[in-house]
């Protein structure tokens, strides 16, 4: 059963209360799930998906969950994932873990139009953050899923990394790095029945989205400058097929089938939330 022995032994842990379950039941009733960057964002509408499914959740991030961030029932834990302690003392207190969700992300704050506009110094902390912390995550609970035979890794990634953004070349570098991790835990894990992929959103309105667009036009003369919504409605439909914004909700939506048996073959893959903004061959 997921759940310290003594609730109040570690500093941190709240309860949040709120959603029942979805109409559809994914087989997911009563398994643990950690859920990696869970405050704000598609972090926060993942942990709330999995609720609904019946799963005992556990979200971490750095900071409190943010108004409006979802209302389901899980706990919620401080912590830093570039800190393998921090990580490691999520695994002792919660020991019952299925699933593992990495949706966490940073920035270099910096409009990279080219390159060597950023300092080099900033590539540091975007990659420990967005790789890093990843691969902190993966090395704490990969041996015990092994062990169990049954578990799921899911990292949140970027169509940055699968196109070679120049807004932000570290983050893009980190995420392209973290595609390709996916693919090595895949493989190691396979024969221990445990299934890794990533899930890499389009245009989603989040904090991190919203930094992007900061970044951009601080980088601008003053009468070049947008608004938010007129910046991202020209971007939506100079880049999306489809013409619209991904959500949250969308990217929860995968995040849950993904972890399911629905999805038993599939490991290994990167599979797009963006609405047509990176094709597959």
């Known amino acids: 059963m997921l759940g310290p022995a003594d ?35 598609i972090g926060a509408a993942i942990a709330s998906r999995f609720a609904q499914e019946g799963c005992r959740v556990v979200g971490m991030d750095v900071q409190e969950p943010s108004p409006g961030s979802g209302a389901a029932d ?3 834990v401080r912590g830093d994932v570039t800190a393998i302690d921090d990580v490691r003392r999520v695994a002792e207190t ?31 902390r975007v990659i420990e953050v967005n790789l890093i912390g990843a691969v902190n995550v993966a090395h704490v609970f ?16 970027s ?27 895949a493989k190691d894990l396979a024969p221990h029945n445990v299934r890794v ?19 951009g036009q601080a980088a601008l003369p003053a009468e070049q400058r947008q608004s938010y919504e007129a910046w991202t409605d020209e971007k939506i439909r100079r880049v999306s097929p489809l013409g619209r914004w991904q959500t949250s909700e969308d990217c929860a939506a995968v995040a849950v089938f993904l ?18 903004q990176v094709m597959h061959a």
């Open 7 to 41: 609730p109040t032994a570690m500093t941190g842990v709240q309860q949040i209360s709120g959603f029942g379950r979805n109409d559809v039941d994914l087989g997911l009733d009563g398994q643990g799930v950690l859920v990696c960057g869970a405050a704000s964002g």
């Open 74 to 76: 899980y706990s919620f």
């Open 94 to 124: 919660f020991p019952d873990l299925r699933h593992i969700v990495y949706s966490v992300g940073a920035g270099a704050g910096t409009m990279g139009f080219p390159f060597w506009n950023v300092d080099p110094a900033a590539w540091g």
């Open 142 to 157: 990969a041996p015990e899923l092994a062990e169990r035979r049954h578990g799921t890794f899911l990292f949140l990634v």
């Open 159 to 185: 169509v940055a990394g699968q196109i070679g953004s120049q807004t932000d070349p570290p983050y893009s570098a980190a995420k392209a790095g973290l595609i390709n991790f996916t693919q090595c835990a």
């Open 197 to 215: 992929n990533a899930l890499s959103p389009g245009m989603v309105k989040t904090p991190l989205n919203r930094s992007v667009w900061a970044a």
């Open 259 to 276: 972890s399911s048996e629905q999805a038993k073959n599939i490991t290994g893959q990167t599979i797009n939330v963006d609405g047509g």
